[in-house]
């Protein structure tokens, strides 16, 4: 069955940065997107970007560019997001999540929370 | 960037009732609408697609309607393990998630 692991909480400072890893399984990890959505604590949520594995073909939401990368490693079939220059407003919830072609979302990792904290 | 406005935030129901939610899409999505259930500590689950395609294992008492810019999730004799927050999404153009409702027994 697909599953999407995500790696645990981060406890970082600001102005550093975080890598968090969505290891997918249970499917061809080059054939779909994976697409990244932030929520804060409480409440709603936003969509970050995606990558395609299979090309290597990243998009990054207005608000997100430069404050989000992408990568994927097809060997491992994980998916990675480098969060930098990190304020406390980056403080979220952050799930990895599988679409439909570029559609809905039909399979979502459990969720890491990054805690942005002197 | 199309918005996307959920109502109401937060409602209060009684087991057994029929409780309906709204989103309104700032300009014609063509359906192109999902609605997640997301209970707390968990991801949120997909429940509709295409507006009205009820998801694999998802009970038919949820149910999507709706077309151009306005939509609902209507569920049916509301279940205890209903109490969740539901969100919608707009996958027209790129991606946009309303802001939740929080649905709560009374």
């Known amino acids: 069955q697909v599953q999407l692991q995500q790696s645990g909480a981060e406890l970082a400072k600001p102005g550093t940065s975080v890598k968090l890893s969505c290891k997918a399984s249970g499917y061809t990890f080059t054939s779909y997107y994976i697409y990244w959505v932030k929520q804060r604590p409480g409440q709603g949520l936003e969509w970050i970007g995606y990558i395609h594995p299979g090309n290597g073909g990243t998009y990054y939401s207005e608000k997100f560019k430069g404050k989000a990368t992408f990568t994927a490693d097809t060997s491992s079939s994980t998916a990675y997001m480098l969060l930098g220059s990190l304020t406390p407003e980056d403080s979220a919830y952050y799930f990895c999540?599988?679409?439909?072609?570029?559609?809905?979302?039909?399979?979502w990792g459990q969720g890491v929370m990054v805690t942005v904290s002197s | 960037d199309i918005q996307m406005t959920q109502s109401p935030a937060s409602l209060s129901a009684s087991l057994g009732e029929t409780v309906t939610i709204e989103c309104r899409a700032s300009e014609d999505i063509y359906s192109n609408l999902a609605w997640y259930q997301q209970k707390p500590g968990n991801s949120p689950q997909l429940l509709i697609y295409?507006?009205?395609s009820l998801a694999d294992g998802v009970p038919s008492r949820f149910s999507g309607s709706g077309s151009g810019t306005q939509y609902s999730l209507k569920i049916n004799s509301l279940q205890s393990e209903d109490v969740a927050s539901y969100f919608c999404q707009q996958y027209n153009n790129y991606h946009t998630f309303g802001a939740g409702t929080k649905l709560e027994l009374k």
């Open positions: 295409d507006a009205n």
């Open positions: 999540a599988r679409p439909l072609i570029t559609t809905f979302f039909d399979y």
